[in-house]
C-alpha cells in the first residue's frame, strides 16, 4: 500500500490543524493506521492509532484529550486532528500501515510508511 500523508503547515500556539493520509493500492480497510511523529533530533514517536474498522484508538499520553485520530474506509484516508497545539508538538508527521488485527503503539510492526508531513507551531 502507498500513503501520501498531506495538511501540515506553520501554526500558532492554541491553534488547530487536520494532517491526512491517503492510502492506495491495496485495500485500506485491512490495515490499522497510525500516526508518529519526528521531532528534531529526537527519535520517532507514536502519536495515535486506530484499528482497522475505526472503533478502537489509542494514543501517546502526551496528545491525549487534544489530538483525535479516524478514519474513512470508503475514501482510503486516515486523518489526525490537532487541538491546542504547542511548540512541542512540532514534528514531521508520519501515517504508517500495518496489516494485521492488533493496534501496536510502537514502529515495528508497520510495513508501511508515508513520506511525512511537517507542523510547525510558533509560540
Known amino acids: 500500500v502507498q500513503l501520501q500523508a498531506s495538511g501540515g503547515g506553520l501554526v500558532q500556539a492554541g491553534g488547530s490543524l487536520r494532517v491526512s493520509c491517503v492510502a492506495s493500492?491495496?485495500?485500506?480497510?485491512?490495515?490499522?493506521m497510525a500516526w508518529f511523529r519526528q521531532a528534531p533530533g529526537k527519535k520517532r514517536e507514536f502519536v495515535a492509532g486506530i484499528s482497522r474498522s475505526g472503533s478502537s484508538t489509542s494514543y501517546a499520553d502526551s496528545v491525549k484529550g487534544r489530538f483525535t485520530i479516524s478514519r474513512d474506509n470508503a475514501k482510503n484516508t486516515v486523518y489526525l486532528r490537532m487541538n491546542r497545539l504547542s511548540p512541542e508538538d512540532t514534528a514531521v508527521y508520519y501515517c504508517a500501515a500495518d496489516e494485521t488485527i492488533k493496534l501496536f503503539t510502537f514502529e515495528t510492526p508497520y510495513d508501511y510508511w508515508g513520506q511525512g508531513t511537517e507542523l510547525t507551531v510558533s509560540s
Open positions: 493500492g491495496r485495500t485500506f480497510s485491512n490495515y490499522v
